[in-house]
Nanobody, 123 residues
Framework: QVQLVESGGGLVQAGGSLRLSCAASGRTFSRYYMGWFRQAPGKGREFVATINQSGGSTYYADSVKGRFTISRDNAKNTVYLQMNSLKPGDTAVYYC????????????????WGQGTQVTVSS
């Protein structure tokens, strides 16, 4: 089992940057595929990015490709989401998720979730 805690959200102007962190408990973090999802008010949870156990393979939603970068540091039990060139449409609560199996872009398949961190991008 793993517990996840996100941080790094906040208010930023359009065109700005933020880096989200997701700290995981436990000694088996390196066994988990990690994902970032987001949920805007009145909308469903949307896939953002995923990374494999070693960090050697990543995948992004088309809406963030080229602007966001997912990475992980297994020594620190942490996964990151670097967000550049932010747009008002990126405003959402951002969640990290973990699963020992590659669950890809489907949020319903991930077993473990953080509590979320709010990102607000002003125009």
């Amino acid at each position: 089992q793993v517990q996840l805690v996100e941080s790094g959200g906040g208010l930023v102007q359009a065109g700005g940057s933020l880096r989200l962190s997701c700290a995981a408990s436990g000694r088996t973090f390196s066994r988990y595929y990690m994902g970032w999802f987001r949920q805007a008010p009145g909308k469903g949870r949307e896939f953002v990015a995923t990374i494999n156990q070693s960090g050697g393979s990543t995948y992004y939603a088309d809406s963030v490709k080229g602007r966001f970068t997912i990475s992980r540091d297994n020594a620190k039990n942490t996964v990151y989401l670097q967000m550049n060139s932010l747009k008002p449409g990126d405003t959402a609560v951002y969640y990290c998720a973990a699963d020992p199996t590659d669950r890809g872009t489907t949020s319903a398949y991930y077993d473990y979730w953080g509590q979320g961190t709010q990102v607000t991008v002003s125009s």
